[in-house]
Nanobody, 122 residues
Framework: QVQLVESGGGLVQPGGSLGLSCVASGSILSISAMRWYRQAPGKERELVAQITSRGSMYYADSVKGRFTISRDNAKNTVYLQMNSLKPEDTAVYYC????????????????WGQGTQVTVSS
């Protein structure tokens, strides 16, 4: 019922920048928190950043000062601007959102995007 479609992944050099986008579509009534997770090979999936519907933000310590999360509520879109990228940022990045739908009876359900590969390499 809800789809999260990501874009913007790719290969970038250390110190470079990359911007990710995620658009939610479907029978959406409202979206609470939107998040970016990432998972590197052999590592556990970690929360990178979160933004609430009112704009409150959270960042993992590893990305503070380098990444910026933002959203456009009218477009059901969340962004992740990644600057000063490091090889350690290499991972599959996943969009995640808590969504209330037409038939969810007031409940918010959690949805995931398909993931997009970000590779930081010289």
């Amino acid at each position: 019922q809800v789809q999260l479609v990501e874009s913007g992944g790719g290969l970038v050099q250390p110190g470079g920048s990359l911007g990710l986008s995620c658009v939610a579509s479907g029978s959406i009534l409202s979206i609470s928190a939107m998040r970016w997770y990432r998972q590197a090979p052999g590592k556990e999936r970690e929360l990178v950043a979160q933004i609430t519907s009112r704009g409150s933000m959270y960042y993992a310590d590893s990305v503070k000062g380098r990444f910026t999360i933002s959203r456009d509520n009218a477009k059901n879109t969340v962004y992740l601007q990644m600057n000063s990228l490091k090889p350690e940022d290499t991972a599959v990045y996943y969009c995640n959102a808590d969504v209330q739908t037409t038939n969810s009876r007031g409940f918010f359900y959690n949805y995931w995007g398909q993931g997009t590969q970000v590779t930081v390499s010289s």
